[in-house]
């Protein structure tokens, strides 16, 4: 588990915090210096993109995707399910509906050309003639009725209101939801098109201007609180940043504490970015914003998560989609985005004192472990080296550890200096 009280760090006999290091004075001539690597790092990534395939060009043919889908296409899938499952009760096969099996695991592939976790085509059934099905069968198609009912309307509906629809049958929202991902796998739909959305989480502040129905939003005039990124991500559209001075690169915050320094500092108008955060684990919609926004401007991505495995998982579903989500993982992961910070790397190198790093658990160490097997970290070697030296020093540390150093730090010395040097993996 993260956070200050989960480990503890004694500070080594006699050794003192380093003085601090003198801020960046944010001339234009130096502004300019530090975004020089990052302009290259987009010219570079430009070139990648235009080599990218896709999995069936690349000779994969089991794996499945969902795709985005029109009211009118549900609306007619469902009704396509639906008479199908009535010619098998006329049939005298009973109720029954086929899916392709979620991904978790044995059934998730790696695809290492485009940088991504893809669903391995199984097929299965949920049948109410078999009574550990029964129920969740019956779930199924009380979804699919109120489905129906939010695309023939064109509304949407938050997972929590879906659940209270019928709280008898449902009985926990855990159950709804994971039956709601079995309808996007049945109708071979994002779950957005189904209607159907989790409440706002993630938030973005920045040089970034997009529709929102018929709203135009200007994220320079959010305040610090940022905007809440929709989660109806149907209603935005026009993309864009026209500024005197456009976003040059995407600046993704694992923490809202960071998001709140960064925002309140006005960082994205000393140095032009865009800043996003998924407050911790991030939520679909998030990662289908970051992924819309980067295909729209085409600029770079790079990712400020703590010095902890958990942060790099977290790194890593943004760039790879989860296990769980693999059969969306086209809409929602963003595979080329770089790893800033921070660092175990970093660390020694910024000064951050003993009595800032925590020692890593037991837990700790098995995840990290596990992590560093993973295919999609073992592609990235410098990821495996730093993951190393975790687990060599046996420390991890938060973002928050620069604020030992001074409240600004991060935003004056640390990201300055980081961008500088084009200090990414």
Not at 100 to 126: C, H, I, W
Not at 129 to 136: E, G, N
Not at 333 to 357: E, F, H, M, Q
Request: aromatic share 8%; net charge positive; hydrophobic share 35%.
């Amino acid at each position: 588990e993260k956070g200050p009280g989960k480990g503890k760090r004694t500070m080594s006999a006699g050794k003192k915090r380093a003085a601090p290091e003198a801020p960046f004075m944010g001339t234009p001539a130096e502004i300019e210096e530090c975004l020089k690597k990052v302009r290259l790092l987009a010219v570079e990534l430009k070139k990648e993109s235009e080599k990218a395939k896709t999995p069936a060009e690349l000779g994969y043919t089991n794996l499945f995707e969902v795709t985005d889908q029109d009211n009118k296409t549900v609306q007619a899938n469902i009704e396509k399910v639906a008479a199908e499952a009535i010619l098998s009760i006329l049939d005298g096969n009973g109720l029954q509906y086929t899916l392709a099996q979620k991904g978790g695991g044995a059934n998730t592939q790696f695809v290492p050309e485009l940088d991504r976790n893809y669903l391995e085509f199984k097929s299965m059934k949920r049948q109410f003639a078999d009574s550990s099905q029964v129920r969740k069968t019956t779930m199924m198609t009380k979804l699919m009725q109120l489905v129906h009912e939010l695309t023939k309307r064109n509304i949407h509906s938050t997972k929590r209101d879906l659940f209270y629809a019928d709280v008898k049958l449902f009985e926990k929202q855990t159950n709804s939801d994971a039956l709601l991902e079995e309808l996007s796998l049945m109708f071979g739909c994002t779950r957005s098109s189904l209607q159907v959305t989790a409440s706002e989480k993630g938030l973005v502040v920045g040089r970034i201007q997009f529709d929102d129905d018929a709203d135009v939003i200007d994220c320079t005039k959010m305040g610090r609180s940022g905007k809440n990124i929709p989660s109806y991500m149907d209603r935005v559209s026009n993309i864009r940043s026209t500024y005197d001075k456009p976003a040059e690169f995407i600046l993704l915050v694992e923490k809202d504490a960071a998001f709140q320094r960064l925002a309140e500092d006005k960082f994205y108008n000393t140095y032009p970015c865009i800043i996003i955060t998924g407050k911790g684990e991030a939520d679909l919609a998030t990662r289908m914003f970051l992924r819309r926004v980067k295909e729209a401007l085409k600029i770079p991505i790079l990712g400020l998560f703590d010095s902890d495995a958990h942060g790099l998982k977290i790194l890593s579903v943004y760039m790879q989609g989860s296990e769980a989500m693999s059969h969306d993982s086209a809409n929602l992961a963003t595979p080329d985005i770089k790893w800033l910070g921070v660092r175990p790397s970093d660390l020694d190198k910024y000064n951050v004192p003993d009595d800032c790093r925590l020692d890593l658990t037991p837990h700790d160490i098995a995840f990290a472990e596990s992590l560093r097997e993973k295919p999609y970290i073992q592609k990235r070697k410098e990821w495996v080296k730093e993951l190393d030296k975790m687990l060599a020093m046996k420390v991890k540390a938060e973002i928050q550890a620069f604020t030992s150093k001074g409240f600004q730090y991060l935003t004056q010395v640390y990201l300055p200096r980081k961008l500088k040097e084009g200090d990414w993996v």
